[in-house]
């Protein structure tokens, strides 16, 4: 089975630009998950999609990150316009319904200069 | 106060030795309890679940008391492989988001 994919691994970009990162999440895995480790602290819940629904997004810290999913395949995370404190690894996690299998990508590693 | 705590570390242990470290979470309401694993610069992986009557995975073990609000895992016959970041991870219930802990560093030496 194909794992969860993110792209891209590592980006840098000056504060004020925009990024977009993108998750793939496992076939058939309706729950997706965005999670955020600031360096330093420890990792912190976005939001989370079911299917295409935006089931919970407390965790976003404020309107200059939205989260899409398309069609309750692929997910993206824009964060406009980046801010020195958006830096850190955005982590994406799947799973499947009714199980406690939670599958994490590999992360985006974002850089704010 | 942070909703999961666990002592950084590191632990520093000789290999063969057994470790054990605990996390404490704040949320009563907490359903579901798992141990992950983090290597450096990786994502968490899924060591096992913890379930109210403990549970054993080969050399690792797992404790989970209510009364007290704390996790445990114990690592029996420590392997150079096994240095790593242990997550302390609650969620209310499935398909619930996850609460991390900040990790416990755990270094296996020869």
């Known amino acids: 089975e194909a794992g969860v994919t993110q792209f891209p691994s590592h980006s840098v970009i000056e504060k004020g630009q925009t990024v977009t990162l993108r998750c793939d999440p496992i076939?058939?895995?309706?729950?997706l998950y965005w999670y955020r480790r600031v360096m330093g602290k420890e990792i912190k819940f976005l939001l989370h999609f079911v299917k295409e629904s935006k089931q919970d997004e407390s965790g976003m810290p404020n309107n200059r990150f939205l989260a899409e999913r398309t069609g309750g395949t692929y997910s993206t995370l824009k964060v406009q316009p980046a801010e020195l404190e958006d830096s850190g690894v955005y982590f994406c996690a799947t799973e499947h319904p009714g199980s406690y299998g939670y599958t994490f990508g590999s992360g985006t590693r974002l850089t704010v200069v | 106060r942070k909703e999961v705590e666990q002592d950084p570390g590191p632990f520093n242990v000789p290999e063969g030795a057994t470790v054990a470290f605990n996390c404490t979470y704040s949320n009563s309401a907490s359903q579901s309890f798992f141990w992950y694993r983090q290597d450096c610069r990786k994502e968490p992986k899924l060591l096992m679940s913890?379930?109210?009557s403990g549970n054993e995975d080969g050399r690792f073990t797992a404790q989970l008391n209510r009364a007290s609000q704390y996790i445990s895992l114990l690592i029996r016959d420590s392997k150079l492989s096994d240095s790593a970041t242990y997550l302390c991870v609650v969620a209310r219930a499935a398909g619930n988001k996850l609460t991390f802990g900040g990790g416990t560093r755990v270094l296996v030496k020869p």
């Open positions: 076939s058939g895995h309706d729950n």
């Open positions: 913890v379930y109210s």
